[in-house]
């Protein structure tokens, strides 16, 4: 009997704590097959935010530290610094990557650190309860901005993969999706290439996942990801947006 | 073969001696020399010297180092080490060894670059939240400062805990003679918890919370027991002129050596006066101190800040003795004849402290 499916090694055996409907859950599966797939579970240190995905270090089955909010990226250069023939990449929410820590990611990518953050983008701050996010669209309602976020004292969504192709460091820079089958093949694409890059020794590579927070939302999983496709796809730059010289340089 | 060298650069030589390979800072008068000696130098050693975008950055490198189970330290001054107190919390919960640098200097706010010991409750408090503490360790001398910094290392790794060298803008700007002897070292066990790649073992976390308070409260008993362990073990601290002393001075660092001064003036005038001098800010040298409490008639604590060490040997005398204070702030320092006039007013005057 062929098998057609089984589930990665690159996982723990430990039920996923993420609410129903939450896409978390389908972008570690994405990580945890690719750390078996390009044999890089026992090479790997993974760092884990502050945030709903504060505790992926149960779940991927390399090692993994933990860092404060915010600081994943300096954290994972500290340990690439250190140990250069390690696979090193971050899992970040986008509080911990474009607010608290946009210095850290900035600056990463200007130094062309040889790591990979996962960006995962939810329009919202989901461990503390829905608060607005450096993402939140306009006009979105959340806990902090609960008469929808106003442009004019509130400011705009940070499109974080845009900015980062304007670095020479970030060497490939890819917004991605995983509300469809076919997105999510087109995310495990981007996710590969961002870890052959950092494998390759060229630099920075980011990969932004955009995600649903049904229960910070206030709607059903499937209205999830409706929202997802028609809200929050039209406020951010989606596609390869950056990917190596040797791959003929910036499509951006 | 001596070398004369300024204090900073002795440090940073004494660190890469140790065996640390990894620095990561941030430029900050007075302990700049530190990053630039380490950009220098790591290279012909193989090691890495990273300017950080900040001290917040920096520390979470020295974090991530750390984990991966490498010598890791990193230096700056008082501005700057307040940058890094979330990030030392951190470390201690994760119980990351490494070794970092205070230069202090004149504070608060931009304050001066003068120097200063008014980082003291911000070194031995916690100026983290939490409870938790660093080793900190106060060298009053160029050679001190080398051999602490060898030693800070080993503590750091003995313990599984952070280390902290504290010095002031003066000792750290110094130059005096120095030797690298070679360094014994303790004994260490082989850092299997570190998360540096699951080649050939099960995976590794190195982190900082626990879900549920139950964890937690046996997690906070648990490094408890490692501070009460450290509090007996590596108190340190170095007397002059105590054995037959009846009054007695605490400081440390150039304080320390101003008042050393300051003891043998006294001792011109008849006055028997000693110095008791901590190595250790933390753990705070009680028992040597506590051992002089029958002998002491009065005692005053010297110190380059508005008076915080002198709430430690407070309450180790425990009301049985007066204690004095005199202090200069912003980065200058006190003459010996200063102290000596503060030191009759407040304790030969009966002023009690
Ligand atoms: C220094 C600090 N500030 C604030 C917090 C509280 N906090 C924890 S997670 C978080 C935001 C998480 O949002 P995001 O990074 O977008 O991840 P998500 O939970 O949405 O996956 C905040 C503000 C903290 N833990 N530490
Ligand atoms: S709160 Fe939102 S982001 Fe967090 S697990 Fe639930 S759905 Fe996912």
Redesign the interface.
């Known amino acids: 009997m062929k098998s057609i499916f089984t589930k990665t090694t690159g996982l723990s055996d430990r039920p996923f704590h993420y609410c129903p409907g939450c896409t978390h859950g389908i972008i570690h599966r994405l990580i945890g097959e690719l750390l078996e797939e390009m044999n890089l ?5 993974g ?2 935010p502050v945030g709903c995905s ?2 992926c ?2 779940y991927f ?8 909010h915010g ?1 994943a990226v ?10 250069p023939d ?1 696979f090193v990449f971050t899992y970040q929410g986008d509080g911990d990557g474009a607010s608290i820590g946009l ?2 990611t900035m ?1 990463a990518a200007a130094r062309g650190e040889r790591i990979t953050s996962i960006f995962v983008n939810n329009c919202i701050y989901g461990m503390t309860g829905g608060q607005m996010a450096p993402t939140s669209l306009v006009g979105q309602k959340t806990s902090t901005s609960p008469y929808g976020r106003d442009a004019m004292t509130m400011g705009y969504p940070l499109d974080l993969p845009k900015v980062l192709t304007q670095i020479e460091g970030a060497v490939y820079v890819a917004s991605v999706s995983v509300d469809t089958p076919q997105a999510i093949k087109e995310a495990k694409k981007a996710l590969r290439k961002a870890f052959q890059v950092q494998r390759d020794g060229l630099g920075y590579s980011f990969v932004s996942i955009l995600s649903t927070c049904p229960t910070n939302w206030g709607v059903t999983p499937v209205e999830a990801l409706e929202w997802l496709q028609t809200k929050m796809k039209p406020n951010f730059t989606l596609g390869e947006l950056k990917v190596p010289a040797t791959e003929g340089g910036s499509e951006a | 073969m001596a070398l004369l060298m300024k204090g900073n650069e002795a440090i940073a030589e004494a660190a890469i001696q140790a065996g640390c390979r ?1 620095f ?1 800072g941030y430029p900050i008068t007075p302990s700049t020399e530190i990053p630039e000696y380490m950009a220098k130098k790591m290279k012909a050693v193989g090691g ?1 010297y ?1 300017q ?3 001290e ?3 520390i ?9 189970g ?1 010598r ?1 330290m990193t230096g700056t001054s008082s501005p700057g080490f307040s940058l890094m107190q ?2 030392l919390s ?1 470390l201690f919960a ?1 119980e990351i060894p490494c070794v970092i640098i205070d230069v202090m200097r004149g504070g608060p706010g931009l304050g001066g670059l003068g120097p200063t010991q008014a980082d003291y409750f911000q070194l031995t408090k916690g100026g983290g939240h939490g409870d938790y503490h660093a080793i900190v360790l106060a060298p009053s001398s160029v050679q001190e400062m080398v051999d602490l910094t060898k030693e800070a290392f080993d503590l750091a790794d003995y313990y599984r805990n952070l280390v902290i060298i504290a010095v002031d803008g003066i000792l750290g700007q110094m130059m005096e003679p120095v030797e690298f002897p070679p360094y014994e070292g303790r004994k260490l066990e082989p850092k299997t918890w570190a ?6 073992r099960s ?7 626990y ?1 549920t308070p139950e964890i937690g409260e046996k997690e906070n008993s648990r490094w408890g027991a490692k501070m009460l362990r450290i509090k007996e073990s590596e108190q340190r601290f170095v007397e002059y002129r105590m054995d037959d002393a009846e009054y007695a001075f605490v400081a440390f660092g150039t304080c320390a050596r101003i008042t050393e001064t300051v003891v043998d003036m006294l001792r011109e005038e008849g006055i028997n006066v000693g110095l008791y001098r901590p190595i250790t800010l933390w753990p705070f040298p009680e028992k040597g101190l506590s051992a002089r409490i029958n002998q002491i008639k009065g005692w005053m604590s010297i110190e380059l800040s508005a008076g915080q060490m002198v709430d430690d040997v407070k309450l180790v005398v425990n009301g049985k003795a007066p204690v004095g204070f005199y202090g200069r702030q912003g980065g200058m320092t006190p003459e010996p004849e200063e102290v000596v006039a503060a030191f009759k007013a407040q304790l030969l005057g009966g002023v009690q402290g």
């Open positions: 579970i026992e090479n790997t240190i760092v884990a504060g505790f270090e149960n089955m390399c090692d993994m530290i933990g860092a404060a600081r300096a954290v994972a250069t500290g340990a690439k610094r250190a140990r390690r210095a850290e600056s | 990894l990561y890495t990273l950080a975008e900040s917040v950055a920096a979470y490198m020295v974090y991530g180092a750390g984990a991966v490498e890791v979330e990030g951190f994760a998360a540096s790649g699951a080649e050939g995976k590794n976390n190195v982190i900082s919370y879900l």
